[in-house]
């Protein structure tokens, strides 16, 4: 069965950086688009961050745009998403998804991982 673990959340100030990661098995990795997508608390699902299932495009969300960056390796089905100059906005629960920005809703997603910015 499909399976998503995220990785790589924790407590962050202001202005810092974090990259999370999301191991996935279950499913040919390769051959999916993915995502990113967060829930602040008391606020709904937000899409972050797409790429393509060769990584040769990435899309992102205003929120975080020239602050994050989606990636992936193919080879270790892992998806990463790099986040700089963390704002105490970009606190929330953050999942990998499959799909891109439009079918993410109707994909598979992990259990989460938290980020706190705060100082």
């Known amino acids: 069965q499909v399976q998503l673990v995220e990785s790589g959340g924790g407590l962050v100030q202001p202005g810092g950086s974090l990259r999370l990661s999301c191991q996935a098995s279950?499913?040919?990795?390769?051959?999916?688009?993915m995502s990113w997508v967060r829930q602040a608390p008391g606020q709904g699902l937000e899409w972050v961050s797409s790429?393509?299932?060769?990584?040769?495009?990435?899309y992102y969300a205003d929120s975080v745009k020239g602050r994050f960056t989606i990636s992936r390796d193919n080879s270790k089905s892992t998806l990463y998403l790099q986040m700089n100059s963390l704002k105490p906005e970009d606190t929330a629960m953050y999942y990998c998804?499959?799909?891109?920005?439009?079918?993410?809703?109707?994909?598979?997603r992990g259990q989460g991982t938290q980020l706190i910015v705060s100082s």
């Open positions: 998804a499959t799909g891109d920005s439009a079918g993410w809703r109707r994909g598979n």
């Open positions: 279950g499913f040919t990795f390769r051959s999916f688009p």
């Open positions: 790429i393509s299932n060769l990584g040769r495009a990435t």
